[in-house]
């Protein structure tokens, strides 16, 4: 089984502090997709990074895939209010497993004003 | 453009009830996902398919769960008899598959369950 493991699960900070949620897995991905999902909605697709090392901006907030592309992490700069949520990562892999994802758990993430 | 259609969006019955969630992928995409979500035990995938053929339905909890693909543009998920554990949010999600296996994935905005 091709875990991902999400840390931490639960986040709660101040407005304008930053904060950094972990992605890892001992499994290799060939591809590492970061969503956001809000209450009574489905989740949305925030990145996908493929490249081991590759970091991507998306205004404050930072996406990294691990050299080994094994894990990846997602930092955000002076959290707003709005960022609150639940962040989850997941992975996707060739062969057998083509065309679908493995999700982490998620982090729950709430930013108070 | 349309996204991903689920409905209905929210249900409630009894224990034992058949219970049908229907999905509208976007028009194009080739994998359609059913999901199911607790906070137990996080997003999990029951089933997938590619070009309304079922691939993997490792994730289908038990024989009470059936999912279909007719068309292009339609797919259900059935559970019968339903069970109070069944209680959950059903997401379904679809994607474009073709080219590298990083297009993302749509999701509808769910079904909430509940089996009372």
């Known amino acids: 089984t091709q875990l991902l493991e999400q840390s931490p699960q639960f986040l709660s900070i101040q407005e304008g502090e930053n904060l950094t949620v972990y992605c890892n897995s001992s499994?290799?991905?060939?591809?590492l997709q970061w969503y956001r999902q809000e209450p009574g909605e489905g989740p949305v697709l925030l990145v996908t990074?493929?490249?081991?090392?590759e970091v991507k901006k998306l205004k404050r907030l930072t996406f990294q895939f691990g050299d080994a592309r094994k894990d990846s992490s997602l930092h955000i700069t002076a959290a707003q209010p709005g960022d609150t949520g639940l962040y989850l990562c997941?992975?996707?892999?060739?062969?057998?497993?083509?065309?679908?994802?493995?999700f982490g758990q998620g982090t729950i993430l709430t930013v108070h004003p | 453009d349309a996204g991903v259609i689920q409905s209905p969006r929210h249900e409630v019955t009894e224990m034992g009830q058949e219970v049908t969630l229907r999905c509208k992928p976007i028009?194009?995409?080739?994998?359609l996902f059913w999901y199911r979500q607790t906070m137990m035990r996080g997003l999990e995938l029951l089933i997938y398919?590619?070009?309304?053929?079922?691939?993997?339905d490792s994730g289908m909890p038990e024989d009470r769960f059936s999912a279909k693909m007719p068309n292009a543009s339609f797919s259900t998920l059935k559970i019968q008899p339903s069970e109070p554990r069944d209680s959950a949010v059903y997401f379904c999600?679809?994607?474009?598959?073709?080219?590298?296996?990083?297009?993302?994935?749509?999701f509808g905005d769910g079904t909430r369950l509940s089996i009372l």
């Open positions: 999600a679809s994607r474009y598959g073709q080219g590298l296996n990083n297009q993302p994935q749509h």
């Open positions: 499994s290799v991905f060939s591809s």
């Open positions: 990074v493929v490249t081991g090392g």
């Open positions: 997941a992975g996707g892999r060739g062969g057998t497993s083509y065309g679908k994802l493995t």
């Open positions: 028009s194009g995409h080739d994998y």
């Open positions: 398919f590619n070009n309304n053929v079922p691939i993997d």
